[in-house]
């Protein structure tokens, strides 16, 4: 079945780094790809999402390209903030689904 | 703009109980998800609603049931409650059930069985 591997944590990080988590997939046919966020005692946002390969998501300084020669949909954001301390989850949706698959989730902690 | 609703946000019952948890979606959408995430665990697929009928199943034990009403309002029925059950659980909803509709997640209920 589809499913999703995302780049385990914990990640801790100085304001102002670099930040990729690293998600890749399998599934048959052609998935759409999502990020999702989720801060502290809260739900989860959606952060971006990309529908075919080729596509670039893009929210709040995060990009994620989807990579179908690799199966890949890398998070980046090039200076991460002390509020971007969460929890961030790869998901996918079959092209004949309803759900969504989850990857294991990556904790980060961005330190002033 | 109004978001999805959960309730209650927070659950505490004893092993064998029965729980009920409520979703209310966000207003117009006709699809509602289920997921359950336990401790330190990526959320996994319950169950799911579209037009009041139910459109997939995940990994939901036999225990639990869930129904979609005529105001698009859902609940999750957990009866014989486990220790195991303990978890977060979200309710996500989506405007039609189609691949590229957003699902909007709510801030979940937090089930604790002692």
């Known amino acids: 079945g589809d499913s999703v591997t995302q780049m385990e944590g914990p990640v801790t990080l100085s304001e102002e780094a670099f930040l990729t988590i690293n998600c890749t997939y399998t599934?048959?046919?052609?998935?759409?790809l999502f990020w999702y966020v989720q801060y502290p005692g809260e739900g989860l946002q959606l952060l971006l999402k990309?529908?075919?390969?080729?596509d670039k998501g893009s929210n709040k300084g995060f990009e994620a390209t989807y990579r179908k020669e690799t199966t890949s949909f890398h998070l980046e954001k090039g200076s991460v903030q002390v509020s971007d301390s969460a929890v961030y989850f790869c998901?996918?949706?079959?092209?004949?689904?309803?759900?969504?698959?989850f990857g294991a989730g990556t904790t980060v902690t961005v330190r002033a | 703009a109004a978001g999805v609703i959960q309730s209650p946000r927070h659950l505490i019952k004893e092993k064998r109980e029965t729980a009920t948890l409520k979703c209310y979606p966000i207003?117009?959408?006709?699809?509602v998800y289920w997921y359950q995430q336990g401790p330190g665990q990526d959320p996994q697929f319950l169950i799911s609603?579209?037009?009041?009928?139910?459109?997939d199943k995940g990994s939901i034990p036999d225990r639990f049931s869930a129904q979609q009403f005529s105001d698009y309002h859902s609940e999750l029925n957990m009866s014989s409650l486990e220790l195991g059950d303990s978890a977060l659980y979200f309710c996500?909803?989506?405007?039609?059930?189609?691949?590229?509709?957003?699902?909007?997640f709510g801030p979940g209920t937090r089930l604790t069985v002692l």
């Open positions: 599934a048959t046919g052609y998935p759409s």
């Open positions: 996500a909803s989506s405007p039609g059930s189609g691949t590229y509709n957003e699902q909007f």
């Open positions: 609603f579209y037009e009041k009928m139910q459109s």
């Open positions: 990309a529908t075919k390969a080729d």
């Open positions: 998901a996918l949706r079959g092209p004949n689904d309803y759900k969504l698959s």
């Open positions: 207003p117009r959408h006709d699809t």
